[in-house]
């Protein structure tokens, strides 16, 4: 058994939590009048504990390995004109305090908690509202980010930043929190080995959550709701992405998922459910995609022509305008054991495999793909007929993407969980 | 007024002894049942209905007021020789064809919802705004059928006039549009599609719904430039105008032909 | 009375009626004549408001027709085939009628009795035979005490004692003062009630007057040879 870098962290910690305990209380009547008398007072693995009150100091900045705790009604308030607090040492903790008011700027990433080349350290249990940056981790180590409360300030998609930021750091664990309104609600750059579970990240005006370079990060459980789009997964390899949600991701260029120019990804047991896209597709390379659920989205899954060798397995597909549209005629990947709702074979043997091969493309997607005006005859009997046509023409379909064993739909519209 | 209410009621009378009515509202009343009952009554379940409706309306408002006019023929020549106003008569007769159509449409529509208590609530809009649209088509598509059916004497040749009339509006239109769509890629053409569409009552009807219904939404693009369009005050004004021109230029056009038409 | 002057009318470009005077009086039975084609049907249609004139004037009585409907109270029209509501009984119709025209007077059923209609005028429309509808449709063209009355072909389907009682009748109406005009293929039956013929050829009055004026003008003993006389064009026409 080899110790990763977590586990050395964890013992560091528990070594630091096992040593007496320096409690330094900040109160408006002392002992510290400020936290940044008690911060700087503070040993390595002290406590510095700061009443209910609202606080409005200079930037104040840690570098020892110590516990910064708010009591109940503690906030650090930024008048709107700076970064609250820069965390710089290992082994810090952040718990329990309401960052609010950093102001808005244009020429630099201010964020109400800024841990800048830092490892090992907790941030929990924090409220965060009106900031630019919430949470900004640039070269970090093995931090974990969970339990918070990040509510932005209406306004557009350049006069906010990221609720939770991440730059150049590695091993993150990002759990728990819930992220509203921001740019992005979890932007990781040149970031690897994140784990990001069980968040709900809703109504950020770019994504919910925002990959690029982030290879080997795995995201699972999380709700992606209601953004300008979904998740966004761009030049990075390895990630795995199950369990989640994507809905309500609507607008003219808006998806659930966004591939952009990724190999080697897993895409298993997530829902796609009322977005205008489900998954765009663009430049993804050995993507497999199995298990997932779409549902009354325009387009489920949107596969340009720059895409190859995806797999895409046991997927059910419910209410969509479209299933699948392509806008190339190469094969794009492998479709098998999908559950179509639009399947219009029969199943003889009664094996739950459809006997005749499915072609999710319609003839109408390509059209709409050519002329997206045609759109507007979505549901018109013309294009039933075309529909129709289609099933008795098979030349009209393309041939390209087809499901060999497509399984039957059961009448309870179970699917696939 | 009183006139036209004495002449509607036996004209709306033998407009509903033809069973067609009834048996077209019962028709629509089971399948609601049926989607309800067996789709869950979510989304689906509407668009299906809607998919039907507009399918059907158009159909049964040319059909049915086509076959209305050469029915009460004879009626109306002896009502024309009574001292009655031709446009009262006109108005009874539309009337009392029209109304009957789209209240079995409605009702047709309505009342499994009814049943299942989905007639209250956020979401009842949406087959309330079905319903309306459906009787609104019904009202347009019999008027279309009167300046038929007043025009060609002959009982086949109208129905056959009335049958090419909904393929065309029902099908050959989108065709055009779509060819037009595609002859002219990517420019950016929502303004004229959207004007040829207006021109089809049909059309109008469809992008209306489909516009209240999430659908909207996942047309991508398209939608948006629709939402955007559409939404405002002036599209909203254009669109109730082009609506309002529809409930009423047809009839018009209509009274005016049995005005001046020699029986 | 009923007062025609130069009435056109066309089809397309088949010209139906070419400038038609005619002038039938009150307290006599026109008789309305001329081959197939002759703009007969077409003369009814104009002097019941459904069909318009191209050109050309009409009155009806004391009224000129103008577009309003009310000079129509005064005509009882009695159609050629009467196709009814089938499932209206008579009285249905007649009540319907009445509330339509919004008369104050009651219905004159006088004919009714006469006909011996008894529970046939409470059945519906559609069981009765065809004489019995025929004999409703008497009835109803009666019912309103009309001051004109237009019928065509009116004995069509009746049983020669319900002949009997309707010229009876139409005698009765021609002595109380009623414009009677009238067209039947059988001639001897305008013999014994015409007084006045109309003789359409062409959309054009060929020849009017008296019946005896035309057996005078013809030399023939009867109405019906005369107007096969007419109708074979042998006879110089004019208008009397």
């Known amino acids: 058994m080899v110790a990763g870098t977590g586990d050395i962290e964890m013992l560091i910690l528990l070594a630091l939590a096992l040593a007496p305990q320096v409690v330094l209380e900040v109160t408006p009547d002392g002992p510290y009048r400020t936290i940044a008398a008690a911060v700087a007072a503070a040993p390595r693995s002290a406590t510095v504990r700061v009443a209910a009150g609202v606080w409005r100091e200079p930037t104040i900045e840690i570098t020892e390995a110590i516990t910064l705790e708010g009591m109940p009604g503690a906030v650090l308030d930024g008048e709107g004109e700076r970064e609250l607090l820069v965390v710089r040492g290992g082994g810090v903790i952040v718990r329990g305090f309401t960052f609010r008011n950093t102001g808005t700027t244009y020429s630099e990433d201010r964020a109400a908690l800024h841990v800048d080349g830092a490892w090992g350290c907790l941030i929990e249990q924090n409220r965060f509202e009106e900031t630019f940056f919430a949470i900004y981790l640039s070269r970090v180590e093995g931090c974990t980010v969970r339990d918070n409360l990040v509510v932005g300030t209406p306004g557009t998609e350049s006069a906010t930043g990221n609720a939770i930021h991440s730059w150049g750091s590695r091993n993150l664990r990002i759990e728990r929190n819930d992220l509203r309104g921001h740019r992005d609600g979890i932007y990781l750059e040149f970031t690897r080995h994140a784990t990001v579970h069980d968040n709900v990240s809703t ?10 370079y982030a290879d080997s990060s795995t995201y699972a459980r999380n709700r992606f709701v209601a953004n300008g789009s979904g998740v966004a997964v761009m030049y990075s390899r390895g990630v795995v992405m199950h369990d989640n949600d994507f809905s309500g991701n609507r607008g003219p260029t808006a998806y659930g998922l966004l591939l952009k120019e990724i190999t080697d990804a897993v895409l298993a047991r997530n829902r796609f459910i009322n977005n205008t896209t489900g ?37 059910t597909f419910v209410g969509n305008a479209f299933d699948v549209t392509v806008n190339g005629r190469g094969t794009l990947g492998v479709f098998k054991g999908n559950r179509w709702d639009s399947y219009r074979g029969w199943d003889l043997d009664a094996d739950g495999t459809g006997d005749v091969a499915h072609y999710p493309v319609r003839f109408f997607a390509l059209l709409v793909e050519r002329a997206p005006v045609a759109m507007l005859l979505q549901r018109s009997l013309f294009v039933r007929v075309l529909d129709a046509a289609e099933r008795v023409l098979p030349v009209l379909t393309p041939r390209g993407v087809v499901d060999e064993a497509p399984q039957m739909l059961r009448a309870d519209r179970g699917g696939a969980e | 007024m009183n006139t036209i209410l004495r002449l509607l009621v036996p004209a709306a009378r033998e407009a509903v002894r033809g069973r067609w009515l009834l048996g077209l509202m ?51 020549e002896l009502l024309l020789a009574q001292p009655i106003a031709r446009g009262r008569l006109f108005i009874a007769l539309y009337l009392g064809t029209a109304l009957p159509l789209a209240l079995a449409l409605v009702i047709g529509l309505l009342a499994p919802f009814a049943w299942h208590g989905l007639l ?16 609104a088509l019904a009202l347009v598509t019999t008027a279309f059928a009167f300046i038929i059916a007043l025009r060609a004497d002959d009982r086949v040749r109208a129905l056959g006039i009335a049958l090419a009339v909904w393929l065309v509006a029902a099908v050959l239109w989108d065709g055009l549009i779509l060819l037009i769509a595609l002859g002219l890629g990517a420019r950016p053409i929502e303004g004229p599609l959207l004007v040829m569409l207006a021109i089809n009552p049909l059309d109008l009807a469809r992008v209306l719904l489909l516009l209240g219904t999430d659908a909207a939404a996942l047309l991508g693009y398209t939608g948006a430039v629709l939402q955007r369009t559409l939404g405002t005050d002036v599209g909203r004004l254009a669109l109730g105008s082009a609506l309002l021109l529809w409930l009423t230029v047809p009839p018009m056009v209509a009274a005016r032909v049995f005005a001046r038409k020699d029986f | 009375m009923i007062h025609v002057r130069g009435l056109a009318k066309r089809f397309g470009t088949r010209v139906v ?49 103008d577009g309003s409907p009310e000079y129509r109270r005064q005509i009882g029209y009695m159609p050629q085939i009467a196709r009814f509501p089938a499932h209206l009984s008579g009285r249905d119709l007649l009540g319907m009628l009445a509330a339509l025209r919004g008369d104050d007077m009651a219905p004159d ?19 009765l035979s065809g004489g019995m509808r025929q004999k409703v449709n008497a009835v109803l063209a009666m019912a309103f005490r009309p001051s004109v009355l237009i019928l065509d072909e009116p004995t069509a389907g009746l049983d020669p004692l319900a002949c009997r009682v309707l010229k009876d009748r139409l005698l009765a109406e021609r002595a109380r003062g009623t414009t009677v005009l009238i067209t039947s293929h059988v001639l001897p039956e305008l013999e014994e009630l015409a007084d006045d013929v109309l003789y359409l050829d062409a959309g054009r009055a060929a020849w009017a007057g008296a019946v005896r004026e035309l057996e005078r003008h013809t030399g023939e003993p009867t109405l019906e040879r005369a107007v096969a006389r007419l109708l074979a064009g042998g006879a110089a026409l004019a208008v009397a």
């Not at chain 2, 049964?60 to 007021?65: R, T, Y």
């Not at chain 3, 008789?31 to 004139?53: E, H, M, Q, S, Y």
């Not at chain 3, 004919?111 to 429309?125: E, I, K, N, S, V």
Request: aromatic share 6%; glycine share 14%.
């Open chain 1, 279 to 315: 998954i765009l597709a663009d430049g993804a390379e050995r993507v497999e995609v199995r298990e997932n659920r779409f549902e009354s989205n325009g387009w489920a899954i949107r596969l340009l022509a720059s895409t190859s060798g995806g797999r895409f397995l046991a997927n």
């Open chain 2, 120 to 135: 209250v609530g956020p979401d009842a809009w949406r087959i309330v705004a079905l319903a309306a649209a459906s009787g």
């Open chain 3, 109 to 127: 059923l006088s004919l009714a009795d006469a006909f011996d209609l008894g529970d046939q005028f409470d059945r519906p429309l559609g069981v």
């Open chain 3, 17 to 65: 009626l070419a400038g038609l005077d005619a002038t039938m009086i009150g307290g006599r039975v026109t008789a309305l004549l001329g081959p197939n084609g002759a703009g007969k049907t077409t003369f009814l249609k104009i002097l019941l408001g459904l069909a318009r004139a191209d050109a050309g004037t009409v009155a009806v009585g004391d009224r000129l027709l």
């Open chain 2, 26 to 76: 019962i028709g629509l009343a089971l399948l609601g049942e049926l989607l309800l009952r067996f789709s869950g009554g979510g989304p689906t379940t509407l668009v299906s209905l809607l998919d039907v409706a507009l399918i059907l309306t158009p159909l049964a408002g040319l059909v049915i007021g086509t076959m209305q006019v050469h029915h009460a023929r004879e009626v109306t």
């Open chain 1, 203 to 212: 109504g950020h005006f770019r994504y919910g959550l925002h990959f690029m």
